[in-house]
């Protein structure tokens, strides 16, 4: 723009000139909004993109492909374990079984014994189930989240809680 322009409508009058400057002022406003949107909206498409990197980027999907591998592995191994705390489960119930079936005619020391032995077998049974569910619990949550779905290792997710304990 020219100052021509402006000398002309300064002599048309107040009113002329006016509009001439309110038109200018808004031509920048309207100009610098838009280059402001601009700039945010290239900004959010650059925040997009590196959060897009931070998840999905080599690293990263080795990272958590590795976590499921880990967590499955210790699922399995959890498992494993509560066979093993069932045995011994089993195993204090037949070592006191040659006290007879009924535990009212044992001693009173060996009752005493047994209930302590069995009742050691159930709260290690116990924790060991409720670590189990725990991972479990860990290993479905991450699976339904959209950026580690593509990880998981395991066709069929694990079942929620081991069966009930028995005994």
Known sequence: M???????AAERGPIP????IVMTIFFFVIV?????????????FSEAAQVA???FAPRAALDKYEWFIDQAKA????DEDIAIFRQRQTSVKDQYAGYG???SKWQPHIQAQ???????ARDDLTAIVSQRNNLVREYNAASAKFNWSLF???NNQPNQTYEELTG
């Open 32 to 44: 610098i909004g838009g280059l402001g949107i601009v700039g945010s909206a290239l900004g959010w």
């Open 17 to 20: 000139i006016g509009l001439k």
């Open 2 to 8: 020219s100052w021509k322009k402006y000398e002309q």
């Open 53 to 55: 990197s931070e998840e």
């Open 75 to 78: 699922i399995d191994k959890m």
């Open 114 to 120: 047994y209930n302590k032995d069995l009742g050691q």
């Open 152 to 154: 998981e290792t395991k």
């Open 101 to 103: 079936d009924d535990m």
